[in-house]
């Protein structure tokens, strides 16, 4: 991408496109040149093909996502990985300069042969352990099937890391602010929201609600690492 250029990023979610609401904090960094699109793992496909193809399996990694009727859809994450490449050289073929991932799960060996893919797993777990390191944070994830995988990835980035889970779908944000107020109760000086489902609508509730201290989000640790890049 040369400086200047009018570079097209296409936001890929786990679920069924278009998710403004995960792509909001980081189109908000982008210049006003990007063309943005949108393209899902799960397009096209119905709540029993979905669920038949990509329903978690017990036992089994699992991720959260939401279909285009804004119901909520537990996947194996196994299944996802293995769906996102094909669906990465898709958009590359259609013109895309840059290629967001929406989700936070790790999905080793994707690859493109042009464009600029964006990992937030990489780019959130880096700026934790580096900006926030001597900090106490805790961690929220959305399902407590999660927390296994979750207490793996963190061990290595913040010592002794704490989780509470809150799905970033619920009707209400109750269940996130008692999750929030566990790790402060605990002594957590910031809070990171490990999914793309958490965005700015859970951090102005979460400060509406009283807490003070840092609420970091994916999408907007991505934003800021991927804007000035594009301009």
Same mark, same amino acid.
């Given at each position: 991408?040369?400086?200047?250029?009018?570079?097209?990023?296409? !936001?890929?979610?786990?679920? *069924?496109?278009?998710?403004?609401?995960?792509?909001?904090?980081?189109?908000?960094?982008?210049? =006003?040149?990007?063309?943005?699109?949108?393209? +899902?793992?799960?397009?096209g /496909?119905?709540?029993?093909?979905t669920?038949?193809r !990509? +329903?978690?399996? #017990?036992g089994?990694?699992? /991720?959260?996502?939401?279909?285009?009727?804004?119901?909520?859809?537990?996947?194996?994450?196994?299944?996802?990985?293995?769906?996102? *490449?094909?669906?990465?050289? *898709?958009?590359?073929?259609?013109?895309?300069?840059?290629?967001?991932?929406?989700?936070?799960?790790? !999905?080793? =060996?994707?690859?493109?042969?042009?464009?600029?893919?964006?990992?937030?797993?990489?780019l959130?777990?880096?700026? $934790?352990?580096?900006?926030?390191? =001597?900090s106490?944070? +805790?961690?929220? $994830?959305?399902?407590?099937? *999660? $927390?296994?995988?979750?207490?793996?990835?963190?061990?290595?980035?913040?010592?002794?890391?704490?989780?509470?889970?809150?799905?970033?779908?619920?009707?209400?944000? %109750?269940?996130?602010?008692?999750?929030?107020?566990?790790? /402060? #109760?605990?002594?957590?000086?910031?809070?990171?929201?490990?999914?793309?489902?958490?965005?700015a609508?859970?951090?102005?509730?979460?400060?509406? %609600? =009283?807490l003070?201290?840092?609420?970091?989000?994916?999408g907007? $640790?991505?934003?800021? %690492?991927?804007?000035?890049l594009?301009?």
């Amino acid at each position: 991408m040369r400086r200047g250029a009018v570079d097209t990023v296409t !936001f890929l979610t786990i679920g *069924q496109a278009p998710r403004p609401d995960l792509s909001e904090a980081i189109e908000a960094h982008l210049p =006003g040149t990007a063309r943005v699109r949108h393209a +899902g793992v799960l397009d096209g /496909l119905t709540r029993p093909e979905t669920e038949l193809r !990509f +329903g978690a399996t #017990e036992g089994r990694a699992t /991720l959260l996502s939401r279909l285009a009727d804004g119901s909520p859809v537990t996947l194996d994450a196994d299944t996802v990985g293995a769906a996102l *490449q094909a669906r990465i050289d *898709q958009v590359e073929e259609a013109g895309a300069d840059v290629v967001v991932l929406l989700c936070t799960g790790e !999905f080793p =060996g994707l690859r493109t042969r042009r464009a600029r893919l964006v990992e937030p797993d990489a780019l959130v777990t880096g700026y $934790v352990g580096t900006v926030l390191r =001597g900090s106490r944070v +805790g961690f929220v $994830v959305p399902l407590p099937e *999660q $927390v296994p995988e979750a207490r793996e990835k963190w061990r290595a980035v913040v010592p002794a890391p704490a989780f509470t889970t809150a799905s970033p779908y619920a009707d209400n944000d %109750a269940a996130l602010l008692a999750a929030a107020c566990t790790h /402060l #109760e605990a002594g957590a000086d910031v809070l990171m929201l490990d999914c793309m489902g958490y965005g700015a609508r859970h951090r102005r509730s979460l400060r509406a %609600a =009283g807490l003070t201290v840092p609420i970091l989000t994916p999408g907007a $640790v991505v934003g800021a %690492a991927l804007g000035p890049l594009l301009v």
